[in-house]
């Protein structure tokens, strides 16, 4: 069993940054691709950014050029460094971490930008 833990949320003015990281544990295989997602209040669940193990990334297209996906694949370990922070980028924002055909999600951590 994978087990995916999310760390780094908190509450921070509109135009500052915070820093997210994820750990996953408890893997007998590789980790593919490992990403965050956010869940807005009354709002389905959304990309925010993906990376692989070769470290290719994709964004979601509100984050792009805000938001950077960093991954140390020693430490099964994925990074979301955001920066200029708006109060629609509050959310919960999730860990999914993909094991061989599995997805393996966090508990999410809070992320509250206030105005």
Not at 10 to 25: D, E, K, P, Y
Not at 88 to 109: I, K, N, P, S
């Amino acid at each position: 069993q994978v087990h995916v833990v999310e760390s780094g949320g908190g509450t921070v003015q509109a135009g500052g940054s915070l820093r997210l990281s994820c750990a996953a544990s408890g893997s007998k295989f590789g980790i593919n691709t490992m990403g965050w997602y956010r869940q807005a209040p009354g709002k389905q669940r959304e990309l925010v950014a993906t990376i692989t193990s070769r470290g290719y990334t994709t964004y979601g297209a509100s984050v792009e050029g805000r938001f950077t996906i960093s991954r140390d694949n020693a430490k099964n370990t994925v990074y979301l460094q955001m920066n200029s922070l708006k109060p629609e980028d509050t959310a919960v924002y999730y860990c999914r971490t993909v094991v061989v055909l599995t997805d393996y999600w966090g508990q999410g951590t809070q992320v509250t930008v206030s105005s």
